[in-house]
């Protein structure tokens, strides 16, 4: 304990105590701040380093040569330990090798600094490091050690110059090897590693000391604080600001840098390629920029990039970002500058480009199909009329009496005329739809008068099929406001559709009611219902939503499809509510007239 009390503070051990204090501080600055590959064995070299330099403090404030040769033994762990760490360091680092778990350089960095410590523990009995020669000597004030050097000593330190002229080679040929920009800060490593090699040779042969001691560890300690100041400041070690300077000299989109005011401040390569010798000097302005100079103006008097379009040079389409660069410190004038990056989108456009056309050309097309669809559909439509005015002559008689046999196939033949006359009629709608040839004439209508006549029409057609239409609500007394025609025809589909889907012997029920602005007809059948999340099939291009194994055919599929068009360009609305066995309700939603609007009643 005496060796830890009977101190003699003095200026060497007050320096040796501030390097171990500067030490220290940075070590934890770098372990929380950066990051660099071979970091762990960088962080272990400091770590021996410290251990050393606290062993240094101590022998040089010990007034007694048994503490002093106490602390020199103490101190071989760090010695030996550190220039092991080191050279891995440096492997790590120039190589940008991942350690992970390795038995050699665990065995290294355990096994050589035990074997050590338990030689110097020894040595007493053994002065295989320090012989009996080792012995104080008093030069005026100052008194130290003089060192009887074991034969171990020498293999040790033989032995750790191995790893210290690797790390030497390793970083020689790293230099040769890097780029012109990394090759200063290499060339401070290469330094950091011979100058202590240097001063332990000196101390060694020649017997050279600081303050009566090895001056290894002062030039090791004041090496690593150099090093991790240049770290801090140049961060030519940080993996992050690496990757960003990365980012602006190896990208392939220019980056122009501005100051505060606007002026021309850097540039990387690829804005250099592009703009060549119009490239300004630093501090000058960007009106010789082409394109790009008027645009920043506006910028920098504006705050807005003022148009949208890509800005086209060389052939080539780029969009301009603009990111400000803040001040770190908190001014008047917060802003350092902007960054502009010049993001290259020609693939983009040109993408884009063929997108447009190909869809334009696509439009093109479905419009000549729809016209062409709707020409053949139109010529279809009158010798499909006089088909059927023939049959209904026939039929009734106008050419003779008709044999049953006859009789038959006649009605078949009308039916089936009938069938490919409204898919006609239906073909042609949708066309015009498509094509926006429909012109919706609004008109003023009286509710009950108009859901009678349709009620009327389908009479014959439902009783036909042996199913009952009928209304089931009380008469409203309210204009409409649709295209009578139209809307008839909307309303129509939905009762066939009803009346269709009825088994023989069922009921169609028909209501209205008023809600808000709006009267909703409802026309409920008794059918076999429709499946949840069949929307896009009942309201689809020739679709027909199948139940089960039943599905009801002898339809174009394009009825409710027509009739949701229809609707909706009213200003109306189409839905319907169904439950699977029991049957479905359409709700139709029709403007009123603007003199009618009523609050939501039952």
Known sequence: MSCLTNLEFTFASAFAAALWAACALILVWVVRNNRFAGKPAFILTFLAMLWWLFTVAFDLASPGETCKVGWSLAAWPGITLLP????????????????????????????????????????????????????????????????????LFFAVAAGLYIFVSSALGVLAYAFLRAKKIIRPFLGVLIGITAVPLAGNLAYVVWGVTLFGYDPTPFLFAVALIALSWLLLNNTMMDTAAQGRNLLFYATQDPVIILDAEGRFAGANPAAKALFGKKMPRRGEALDQLEKIGPVLRSFIRTGELGSAEPIRLRGRAFDPRLLPIESPIQTKRPLLGWSVSLVDIT????????????????????????????????????????????????????????????????????????????????????????LSTITLRLQDLDADAFLRDVMEEYEAYAAETGV?????????????????????????????????????????????????????????????????????????????????????SGGSGLGMHIAKILIERMDGAISYESRLGIGTTFHIDVPLGPQTHAPVTA
């Open 468 to 552: 009952r239409l009928t209304i089931t609500s009380a008469q409203v007394h309210r204009q409409l406001r649709a295209d009578p025609d139209r809307l008839k025809q909307v309303v129509g589909n939905v009762i066939s559709n009803a009346v269709k889907f009825s088994p023989e012997g069922g009921q169609v029920a028909c209501s209205t009611r008023l809600i808000g602005s709006r009267l909703r007809i409802s026309v409920q059948d008794s059918g076999i219902g429709i499946p949840d999340n069949k929307e896009d099939q009942v309201f689809g291009r020739f679709n027909q939503v199948e139940s089960g194994s039943l599905k009801v």
């Open 84 to 151: 092991i760490a080191w050279a891995f360091f440096v492997f790590d680092y120039t190589m940008n090798t991942r350690p992970g778990r390795q038995p050699v350089r665990l065995l290294l960095y355990l096994g050589l600094p035990s074997l050590v410590s338990i030689i110097a523990l020894t040595n007493s009995q053994t002065h295989l490091l320090y012989g009996t020669g080792t012995r104080l000597v008093t030069q005026g004030a100052h008194r130290f050690v003089f060192f009887d050097h074991g034969p």
């Open 347 to 434: 693939e983009r456009e040109q993408s884009a480009e063929a997108l447009r056309e190909a869809l334009a050309r696509a439009e093109a097309a479905n419009h000549a199909k729809s016209q062409f669809l709707a020409m053949i559909s139109h010529e279809l439509r009158t010798p499909l009329t006089s088909v059927k005015g023939g049959l209904d002559l026939a039929l009734h008689g106008a050419a003779g009496e008709v044999s049953p046999a006859l009789m038959t196939l006649l009605t078949i033949a009308q039916r089936n005329s009938l069938r490919l006359l409204k898919l006609v009629d239906d073909v042609l709608d949708l066309q015009k739809l498509d």
